[in-house]
């Protein structure tokens, strides 16, 4: 039921855009808290939130007036001369991390990039030789190549060898098989404290305490991909403060600027210490558009308690899924942290997230049979409970012919 300039985009994107996505066909012409609005009007609660970018939802004020000012006095200088906005951002990124250094560049891929050469550089600066960074199966780690080669996921890497070696996978949430993992090679450990892509799986506290000590016993680097679960969204400002143990780096990207491409690489000073200059950079990287528009963000996710809001209402969200699985049926499993929140299926994902759609409510099918919710920290439980009528109407059988 598109309209026709919904119609019109969609044939239009076909011809003059590769074909790497699946894109559904709609297109939306503006945004408001967690609703967004389409090209014909229709209004939609946004469970998706930008996959887990858009904390602040669509056009929050504080966020809104942040670009507008930063953009009418300055965007972009380049790393060649001193931002203001950039430290600004790394004083208080570093400041509740509890790590030391920033490095700022546009994504999440490219943040992991620059921490995988954050750590064979400083395996290289100790002399030795070690090299080899251990992960999880099931990992997303993003698409640059040496991302892809940290994210041993078959459909991920698929024609694209030779990949960068260095890599080796191990079980997720298994310690003794990440501790056998351990060679001579070993430089660093990067885990996600929640695997997001691959179904919204927590790490055991186990599984992180372990590597951890591992980390400690072998002097590896413990590095955490936050990409997905940093700046509030499992509840707490980073997910591994509520795992109480602390990473050398972390990379952060997706809620940080609340829309505005940003990444960031946060680690230990004398890990920090070897990137020197010359070693690493990014032309846009930090630049004070993206740093006034992130410094917005954690600004406004301190401040309004967005983290501590993002832990109740996604009890309240896991919590309605689990009673709309006894209720009308279709969902086996809920699991998640504060805002990111998978439900598994009896069923295929993909004709779930079209009738949620065609019902006004977005969500994304993160697996074949798994739908992912990620909405803006500031959705509040009333939209909650809206979106969970929706979903129980599209999961529901039909009233003729149905089980019951
Ligand atoms: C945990 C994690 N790391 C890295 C990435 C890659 O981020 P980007 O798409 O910004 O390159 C993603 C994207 O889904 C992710 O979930």
Redesign the pocket.
Known sequence: MSGTRTEEIQRLSEQVLMPNYRRAPVAFARGEGVRLFDLEGRVYLDFVGG?AVSALGHAHPRLTAAIQAQAARLLHVSNLYLIPEQVRLARWLTARSGLDRAFFCN????A?EAAIKLARRWAHAQGGGRHEILVAEGA????TLA?LAATPVAKYQEGFAPLPTGFRAVPFNDPGALADAVGEQTCAILL?PVQ??SGVRPATPEFLAAARRLADAHGLLLIF?E??TGIGRTGALFAFQAYGITPDVITL??GLGGGVPI?AVLARAEVAEVLQPGTHGSTFGGNPLACAAALAVVEAVEQDGLAARAATTGVALAEGLRELGRRVGGITTVRGRGLLVAADLDREAAPVVDGCRDHGLLVNGVQPRTLRFAPPLIVREEEVREALAILGEVLAPPAEGGEG
Do not use: L, Y
């Not at 994504?107 to 490219?110: D, K, L, P, V, Y």
């Not at 997303?140 to 698409?143: L, T």
């Open positions: 996959i994504s999440g891929a490219e992991n997303f780690h993003g698409r991302a996600e997001g892509e991909d990409v997905q990207a997706m990444g």
